[in-house]
C-alpha cells in the first residue's frame, strides 16, 4: 500500500496531530512539497501533502483562508501540515475552520519535526511500496511462467483472476471464449465479444478499458474491465480481459503484463506448430489426391487419423477478386495477414479449436486454400455460415464437396472445383455440390461466355423472324419441346405439320446444320434456353 495520512500520523517519530478532516486520513499520499507561496496551486499537481509555515500568509484572516484552502482542494491537495511554534504559536483558527468546512485534512507539525522528516518518511514509504510491488511483480510473473508451461492458459487464467483479485478472460482471432477463470465470470467475459472485435479491428499491440456490469444486471455494480491484444504482428491474434473492481495497482499491473507476454508466446508457438501441421497436411492431401489413401493414414497419424476415419468435405476457396491471387509480399508484413484467405483459414481454424475439432488447412501458395473438415462439424457449420453471403462481404469463393471418404477425395476434390466456378459466377460466397447435383444444369452456364456463344447460335433465325418472313425461333422451341413429334408440335404452334415441316428445313438451311444430329438438337435447346434476342434495327 502507499503511504497515507493514516500512517503518517501513525509515524511516532514525527509526532503528528490531526486538526481537521480526520475522516479522510486513508487518502493516499503521492509526494511532499514545502511552499509559502500565497498561491502555491501552479506547482502542484494532486495527491501532494502541502507543508507550510505561513511566513507570508494571513493565516488570520478567516476569507483569506477560505479562498486559500479551496485552492488547494481544487488542484487536488491532499493535506496541509502546518509547523507550529514557527510563525504562529498554533494553527490559527481561520485555517482550522477552512479546512474543516472544505473537508481538507490539517496536520500540526511539531517545532521539533523538521519537513524534511516528513519528505523521508513519505519517500521511505513510496520505495517500500515499489518495491513490494515489483517484488510481488516478478513472483506473479515466474508463478504464471509455471502454470503457462505446466498447465496450459486456462490454469494461466486462473492465477492471474488471483492475482488481480477479479477475473480473467482469453479469447481467439475470432472473438470468441477460449477460457475463463474463474467459471463464475463466463457470462461476463461472453458480454465483451463487441468490444474484442472493435479491439481487433485496430493495429496490435492495441489495448482499452470497457465497464462490464453484473451478472445479475441490476446495474449496481460494475467490473473495470481492461482488455489486451495478443500477437507480435499487425494483426490481432487474440485478446485477454482483465476484469476488476478498481484500477490495477503497480503489482497487479506487472502480472497482467506478463500474462499477456506469456499468451502471446504461446500464440507464436501455436502459429510455428500450426505451419509444421500444414506441410503435413499438404502430404496428406496429395496422398489421398494420387489415389494412395492406406499412406495418407499412415502419414495422418494421430494428428489426422480421425478425420479420415469418419465422412469428411473438401473445401476449396480462392480470392474474390480475382482467381489465384496470391497476397503480395511487397505491400509489407501485414498484406498477407489481411488477404481474405487468411481471415477465411483463421475463421475455420478458431471454430476447429473451440470444439478440438481436427481440421487439415492446405494454401497452395497461388491464392487457393484446401481444406478437409468434419462433416457436421463446426469447420463445416462455419463455412455453410457464408452461403447466404456476396461473395465480396468475405472477400473469397468457396466450393464445397458432398460428404466423403479417403477413396473418393479425388472425386470430391472435382466436386469442390465446380462447386468453386459456380458461385464464382454467381457472385456468391460459398456453393455446395449438393445444389448442382440437386438443381437445374442451366445455372451453371449462366455466363457470358455461353450466353455469346447462343446468341451468335440463333442470331440468324432472330434476324429471320424480325423481317417478318416466319416465326422460326418459336417454331423450333415447340418442335424441340416435343421431342421432334410433328402433330403434337404442329399443335402447340397452331399451324398444320406441313407447314411446321417447311419451318423446320429453313432453320437447317439458314443455320447450315442438320437437326436429325442429337447433338445439335442438344446445342439448340440449350441456346434457346439461355438466349436473350439480339437487338435489331
Request: negative net charge; aromatic residues 4%; charged residues 25%.
Amino acid at each position: 500500500m502507499p503511504p497515507t495520512l493514516a500512517s503518517l500520523i501513525q509515524h511516532s517519530a514525527l509526532q503528528l496531530t490531526v486538526r481537521a478532516g480526520e475522516d479522510r486520513l486513508q487518502t493516499p499520499v503521492r509526494w511532499v512539497h514545502a511552499s509559502e507561496l500565497v498561491d502555491p496551486v501552479p506547482y502542484m499537481e494532486g495527491g501532494e501533502l502541502l507543508l507550510i509555515t505561513a511566513t507570508t500568509l494571513d493565516a488570520e484572516d478567516p476569507e483569506s483562508m477560505t479562498r486559500y484552502v479551496r485552492r488547494l482542494v481544487g488542484a487536488g491537495v491532499v493535506g496541509l501540515g502546518f509547523a507550529i511554534g514557527v510563525h504562529y504559536g498554533d494553527i490559527p483558527q481561520a485555517l482550522v475552520e477552512a479546512a474543516r468546512e472544505a473537508g481538507l485534512p490539517l496536520l500540526g507539525v511539531p517545532r521539533r519535526t523538521p519537513f524534511l522528516a516528513i519528505s523521508k518518511a513519505v519517500s521511505a514509504a513510496i520505495a517500500a511500496d515499489q518495491y513490494r510491488a515489483v517484488t510481488a511483480g516478478f513472483e506473479a510473473q515466474r508463478e504464471l511462467t509455471r502454470a503457462a508451461l505446466t498447465d496450459g492458459p486456462a490454469e494461466l487464467l486462473a492465477r492471474l483472476a488471483a492475482h488481480v483479485d477479479g477475473w480473467a478472460a482469453l479469447y481467439d482471432v475470432s472473438g470468441a471464449v477460449v477460457a475463463v477463470a474463474p467459471e463464475w465470470a463466463a457470462r461476463r467475459a461472453a458480454r465483451l465479444t463487441a468490444d474484442v472485435e472493435r479491439l481487433r479491428e485496430r493495429t496490435a499491440p492495441a489495448s482499452a478499458v470497457v465497464a462490464g456490469s453484473d451478472d445479475e444486471g441490476d446495474g449496481d455494480s460494475h467490473d473495470r474491465v481492461e482488455l489486451q491484444s495478443l500477437g507480435t504482428g499487425r494483426r490481432v491474434r487474440g485478446a485477454l480481459a482483465v476484469g476488476t473492481e478498481s484500477a490495477l495497482g503497480t503489482a497487479e499491473r506487472y502480472a497482467v503484463h506478463s500474462a499477456v507476454a506469456l499468451l502471446t508466446l504461446t500464440t507464436e508457438r501455436s502459429r510455428a506448430l500450426q505451419a509444421a501441421e500444414q506441410r503435413l497436411g499438404a502430404a496428406v492431401l496429395r496422398m489421398l489426391l494420387s489415389g494412395q489413401p492406406d499412406h495418407a493414414r499412415a502419414v495422418a497419424g494421430d494428428l489426422y487419423g480421425g478425420l479420415l476415419d469418419a465422412p469428411f468435405r473438401l473445401l476449396i476457396a480462392e480470392s474474390a477478386e480475382s482467381p489465384r491471387s496470391a497476397p503480395d509480399p511487397a505491400a509489407g508484413p501485414g498484406a498477407a495477414a489481411d488477404h481474405p484467405l487468411h481471415v477465411l483459414t483463421e475463421a475455420l481454424e478458431a471454430a476447429a479449436a473451440r470444439t478440438g475439432e481436427a481440421v487439415l488447412v492446405v494454401p497452395d501458395g497461388e491464392g487457393r486454400l484446401t481444406v478437409l473438415a468434419a462433416d457436421g462439424g463446426a469447420v463445416a457449420r462455419e463455412a455453410g455460415g457464408y452461403a447466404a453471403l456476396e461473395a465480396e462481404e468475405i472477400g473469397a469463393v468457396i466450393g464445397l464437396s458432398a460428404p466423403t471418404g479417403p477413396i473418393a477425395t479425388v472425386s470430391a476434390y472435382k466436386q469442390a472445383e465446380q462447386a468453386l466456378s459456380v458461385a464464382r459466377r454467381r457472385g456468391r460466397a460459398l456453393v455446395e455440390h449438393e445444389e448442382l447435383a440437386t438443381g437445374s444444369i442451366l445455372p451453371l452456364l449462366a455466363d457470358d461466355a455461353v450466353r455469346a456463344f447462343a446468341n451468335a447460335m440463333l442470331r440468324a433465325l432472330h434476324e429471320h423472324d424480325a423481317k417478318g418472313r416466319g416465326d422460326l425461333v418459336a417454331s423450333l422451341r415447340a418442335w424441340l419441346s416435343r421431342h421432334g413429334q410433328w402433330d403434337a408440335a404442329a399443335a402447340d404452334l397452331g399451324v398444320h405439320r406441313h407447314t411446321l415441316r417447311y419451318r423446320m428445313r429453313r432453320v437447317e438451311e439458314i443455320l447450315g446444320r442438320s437437326l436429325d444430329d442429337p447433338d445439335v438438337r442438344m446445342e439448340l435447346w440449350l441456346a434457346l434456353k439461355t438466349t436473350t434476342p439480339p437487338p435489331m434495327g
